[in-house]
Nanobody
Framework: QVHMVEPGGDLVQAGGSLRLSCTASGLRLPEYDMKWWPQAPGKDREGVAC????????NARTSVKGRFTISKDSAKNMLYLQMNNLKPEDTAVYYC????????????????????WGQGTQVTVSN
């Protein structure tokens, strides 16, 4: 059974930084593309970043490129999201997701078939 745990959320001021983590159980990270899917207030969950299963290629939504970095530690089965220069519009509950790869070396941050969502972690960015 797949289980995701995402601690590490916080209240931060705009311009600040935060590192989110996700502990995945029931799956092996090298077999999956890993993704972060935040849900902003009043909106549906929407993908923001992905990392291919090899950990060699990543992609991110335009609004966070240059500010967010996705990474993983396969030995620990953990996924991370380093968030810098945070903006109020980054406020959301952040969830991690895993998908079987569709492509050999790339990944898609904007689509997912994942359905075993954890509780997520709240990130609130104040002005």
């Amino acid at each position: 059974q797949v289980h995701m745990v995402e601690p590490g959320g916080d209240l931060v001021q705009a311009g600040g930084s935060l590192r989110l983590s996700c502990t995945a159980s029931g799956l092996r990270l090298p077999e999956y593309d890993m993704k972060w899917w935040p849900q902003a207030p009043g909106k549906d969950r929407e993908g923001v970043a992905c990392l291919n299963r090899r950990g060699t290629w990543s992609n991110a939504r335009t609004s966070v490129k240059g500010r967010f970095t996705i990474s993983k530690d396969s030995a620990k089965n953990m996924l991370y999201l380093q968030m810098n220069n945070l903006k109020p519009e980054d406020t959301a509950v952040y969830y991690c997701a895993a998908d079987r790869p569709k492509f050999a070396d790339t990944c898609s941050y904007s689509t997912t078939q994942f359905d075993d969502w954890g509780q997520g972690t709240q990130v609130t960015v104040s002005n």
